[in-house]
């Protein structure tokens, strides 16, 4: 009996090289659709390997660095292929983020190889600046003075599969308290135990890659690990064909699983809540029975709009629990009809831990700081950070900052989150590097944002300031106050409204309590997230 597709590209999952055989098997699949153009599986692994053999003749070997800040195009989908078929380390780049964030990250990860989209060339020159890492810095989708255009960069390279593939990794930042993001290391399992994994996700997600009419889409930026590894890495790995939304919008996107029949895809709470948003004439307009499975994560959802989603799609969503340091815990919806609110229930119970304040593991039922376990095979570090590393540590254990308990079935449900961290539509926001930026206005005196109830973002961003004494509190002095911010931090992360107080709380240390200020905002709230 001949091999299957999904069989014989779990042969060579070890090197990076999944791709190349569906392209062998099934040279006219579809691989990715987008508004920036199509290509089939054969044409994928052409572009792929041209890239491979551009990225060695510059002298890039296994476990090199490579840096990539690009909106959703196919070129984003042929770099981190490439990145992964030859054993580099890759960091996509948010490009959401202030022109000195991404030079920060790109020298920080010590890039050896630069890849970024025209459309945020004003943002990305600083990286070349008094860089000695980069031996390479390629342009997509238009000129960027000082970088080698993309088709010039693959011209003349072979189309040929590479010798000697080697699987590559991956290191995503996160945002730090510090106000510089942190890289996140992961010792990622082997090869071998990294391609059973894939075989895991693919069924899980109910793929039927010898069918050749899945469709997976793309619905976030591909630097988020939501749209990375659940809609392109899996699909593609699967010979599974995506397509690619490079701005979301909600009836945009009804519109494309009907003509499409979407099959698969992610999406974050808040683009829940616009899709309700829509008009029932709109909502009814579009025939979405293909869909068959859909993962939501990044952000808390709340259970209103959670019951709302399902009776709309059906009981296909399911939910991830997860941070940029490892993975907790998924919930079919089977599973979470049967136990609102719930984040799922781990397949080990010691992969999750409920401690307190003092470092005792809590009974069931009682709330306390969720921590998971940092799994020997997949542990993490921040890049060239110990203190960082060991200070959200205890035991085995890391945590993000999420509060929470386990039931007396073992079903974890969060609860709460320490006050640094906000979650605002699925994205990380740590308050510390927008109060530095406010404090430089001349009207202020002490600042501190905080994670505000949002029916759309789950959190939204507060800042709360102190004048000086002799300035006054008016409306137009928070309009300029959020402007004077938007000259230094991504458009993502500013606050979306400011209230003045008349003096911050702080310790007898001086720290803010900046969980005192946030409470204000979620009292009367069972939940705090």
């Known amino acids: 009996?001949?091999?299957?597709?999904?069989?014989?590209?779990?042969?060579?999952?070890?090197?990076?090289?999944?791709?190349?055989?569906?392209?062998?098997?099934?040279?006219?699949?579809?691989?990715?659709?987008?508004?920036?153009?199509?290509?089939?599986?054969?044409?994928?692994?052409?572009?792929?390997?041209?890239?491979?053999h551009k990225l060695r003749s510059i002298g890039l070997k296994e476990g090199d660095p490579l840096a990539l800040c690009c909106t959703n195009?196919?070129?984003?989908?042929?770099?981190?292929m490439a990145s992964n078929r030859i054993g580099a380390r890759l960091t996509p780049v948010n490009w959401h983020l202030a022109a000195d964030e991404i030079s920060y990250i790109v020298k920080d990860c010590e890039a050896k190889a630069f890849f970024a989209d025209a459309q945020v060339g004003n943002k990305v020159a600083g990286a070349l600046e008094d860089n000695q890492n980069l031996a390479l810095s390629v342009s997509i989708g238009g000129d960027i003075e000082g970088f080698e255009a993309w088709n010039n960069a693959l011209e003349g390279?072979?189309?040929?599969?590479?010798?000697?593939?080697?699987?590559?990794?991956?290191?995503?930042?996160?945002?730090?308290?510090?106000g510089r993001p942190k890289g996140v290391l992961r010792h990622e399992p082997d090869a071998a135990k990294a391609a059973q994994m894939g075989v895991g996700m693919t069924m899980m997600f109910q793929y039927q890659p010898e069918t050749g009419k899945d469709k997976a889409l793309v619905t976030g930026p591909l630097y988020h690990a939501g749209p990375f590894y659940l809609c392109m890495n899996t699909p593609l790995f699967a010979g599974i064909s995506i397509v690619i939304m490079n701005k979301w919008e909600p009836e945009e996107t009804l519109k494309i699983v009907e003509e499409h029949k979407i099959t698969h895809s992610f999406f974050v709470p808040s683009m829940f809540v616009r899709l309700?948003?829509?008009?029932?004439?709109?909502?009814?307009?579009?025939?979405?029975?293909?869909?068959r499975f859909v993962i939501h994560g990044a952000a808390p959802c709340s259970i209103d709009t959670k019951k709302a989603m399902m009776d709309w799609f059906g009981p296909i969503i399911w939910e991830l629990f997860s941070s940029t340091e490892g993975n907790g815990t998924f919930v079919s919806p089977q599973e979470w009809l049967a136990k609102p609110g719930t984040v799922g229930k781990p397949s080990d119970p010691s992969q999750i831990k409920i401690f307190d304040d003092e470092g005792n593991e809590v009974p069931a039922g009682e709330s306390g700081r969720v921590f998971l376990k940092n799994q020997e095979d997949s542990r993490f570090e921040y890049y060239k950070d110990e203190e960082k590393t060991k200070s959200i540590q205890f035991n085995g254990y890391f945590t993000a900052g999420d509060l929470g308990h386990i039931d007396e079935d073992g079903y974890l449900f969060l609860t709460g989150r320490s006050a640094e961290v906000i979650i605002s539509g699925g994205v990380n926001i740590y308050p510390q590097e927008i109060d530095d930026v406010i404090?430089?206005?001349?009207?202020?005196?002490?600042?501190?944002?905080?994670?505000?109830?949002?029916?759309?973002?789950?959190?939204?961003?507060?800042?709360?300031?102190?004048?000086?004494?002799?300035?006054?509190?008016?409306?137009?002095?928070?309009?300029?106050?959020?402007?004077?911010?938007s000259e230094k931090i991504a458009r993502q992360k500013l606050p979306k409204g400011v209230d003045f107080i008349g003096m911050l709380p702080r310790s007898a240390a001086g720290k803010v309590q900046r969980r005192q200020l946030r409470d204000t905002y979620w009292e009367g709230r069972d939940r705090k997230i």
């Open 1 to 52: 009996m001949s091999q299957s597709i999904f069989e014989a590209a779990l042969a060579r999952a070890a090197e990076g090289m999944e791709i190349a055989v569906v392209a062998e098997m099934d040279p006219t699949r579809a691989a990715v659709y987008s508004e920036f153009g199509d290509l089939t599986f054969e044409q994928l692994n052409n572009k792929i390997n041209q890239l491979c």
């Open 73 to 80: 195009r196919p070129e984003f989908v042929i770099v981190a």
């Open 157 to 178: 390279q072979s189309e040929a599969n590479p010798e000697n593939p080697v699987r590559g990794t991956k290191m995503l930042y996160t945002s730090g308290t510090s």
């Open 276 to 291: 309700l948003q829509l008009d029932d004439s709109v909502r009814n307009k579009y025939n979405l029975s293909t869909l």
């Open 439 to 485: 404090a430089l206005h001349p009207a202020v005196a002490d600042v501190a944002c905080v994670g505000v109830p949002s029916e759309e973002w789950g959190e939204a961003v507060k800042a709360v300031v102190q004048l000086k004494p002799e300035v006054d509190a008016t409306d137009e002095l928070g309009k300029e106050l959020i402007s004077f911010a």
